[in-house]
Nanobody, 123 residues
Framework: QVQLVESGGGLVQPGGSLRLSCAAS????????MGWHRQAPGQQRELVAA???????NYADSVKGRFTISRDNAKDTVYLQMNSLKPEDTAVYYC?????????????????WGQGTQVTVSS
């Protein structure tokens, strides 16, 4: 089994910064993609930023130039540095990872989600 543990959310004023972390742990064989989604009240969950297959990155247009995703492969961890935060960035941020894990003699690929961390941007 695999777990994703997020940290780093909180309350910040407009224009401020936050850094989110997401660590994957368990019987990980390979991480194919990993990143962040968010969901604001009454809205659909949307992609924020992610490392996708091949190691390239994908960002939502609304966060380009303000958010940066990075990773530490040795720790199976991704980070989301969020700068110049706006009230419209307020949402629950979810870590998501496409992982092949090992279990005994077989391997399985599964799409995992973290529990979510609240980010609130308000004065």
């Amino acid at each position: 089994q695999v777990q994703l543990v997020e940290s780093g959310g909180g309350l910040v004023q407009p224009g401020g910064s936050l850094r989110l972390s997401c660590a994957a742990s368990g019987s990980i064989f390979s991480i194919h993609a990993m990143g962040w989604h968010r969901q604001a009240p009454g809205q659909q969950r949307e992609l924020v930023a992610a490392f996708i297959s091949g190691g390239s990155t994908n960002y939502a247009d609304s966060v380009k130039g303000r958010f940066t995703i990075s990773r530490d492969n040795a720790k199976d961890t991704v980070y989301l540095q969020m700068n110049s935060l706006k009230p419209e960035d307020t949402a629950v941020y979810y870590c998501n990872a496409d992982i092949t894990y090992s279990s005994g003699s077989y391997f399985r690929r599964y799409d995992y989600w973290g529990q979510g961390t609240q980010v609130t941007v308000s004065s």
